[in-house]
């Protein structure tokens, strides 16, 4: 076996199947997420500087201001990087065992999930507890509505609108308003769209 692929932590960061329990690296990096979670969960709501010291913590990289409702939920915390003026509402589940980057201004509507995380469709492999992990990527003043779940893999462009339900399984460019399950481009965002709603 090639030595730089020895450990299961090393497999799952070269994009190939790995079993994270049969690792302890990866299983102590989960538990102390897990702990961490826990924590910022119970942190009183009003409590702000005590939220972002646990965030901080947690998180791989934390840009300024960043807005993260209770109760929010990761594998590992190191893999997710947040860009400034962060927002998600309730419920927001980041599987995090490849990368999961959002650029500034993003906003995440209410049970909502990032999952870099997926199992093979071979029965075999999957009850072996086989799984992989590929990045996400998601740009900067983007919106997400509520329960949108984004799948391995997936870049989602600047500026660009996921609507409520929508089950993203596949790169959206920028600029545009996606829906649906699977996910796609239903038109771009116009001029006409920023005098919609102005006062």
């Keep these: 076996m090639d030595k730089a692929l020895d450990t299961e932590k090393q497999k799952l960061a070269a994009g190939q199947l790995y079993n994270a329990a049969l690792d302890p690296t990866l299983q102590s990096a989960l538990l102390r997420a897990k702990q961490l979670c826990f924590n910022f969960n119970k942190v009183a709501p009003v409590d702000k500087l005590g939220r972002i010291e646990i ?8 840009g300024k201001d960043p807005v993260i409702e209770q109760p929010f939920y990761c ?19 980041i599987l995090d065992c490849a990368k999961v980057r959002f650029g500034d201004h993003v906003f995440i509507g209410p049970n909502c999930g990032f999952y870099s995380a997926g199992h093979p ?14 990045p996400i990527s998601v740009g900067s003043n983007v919106w997400f509505g509520a329960q949108v779940a984004v799948l ?29 399950n699977p996910c796609r481009v239903i038109r771009v965002i116009t001029e006409a769209d920023k005098e919609k709603y102005r006062q």
């Design 55 to 62: 965030l901080q913590q947690l998180i791989g990289r934390l």
């Design 75 to 93: 594998d590992y915390g190191y893999n997710i990087e947040i860009g400034d003026y962060f927002y998600s509402n309730v419920n927001l589940v």
């Design 121 to 134: 469709l071979d029965k075999e492999r999957r009850s072996q507890g086989l799984e992989f992990a590929h």
């Design 152 to 180: 391995p893999g997936v870049t989602i462009g600047d500026d660009s609108v996921i609507g409520a339900g929508s089950v993203v399984s596949k790169d959206i460019p920028p600029g545009v308003l996606a829906l649906g």
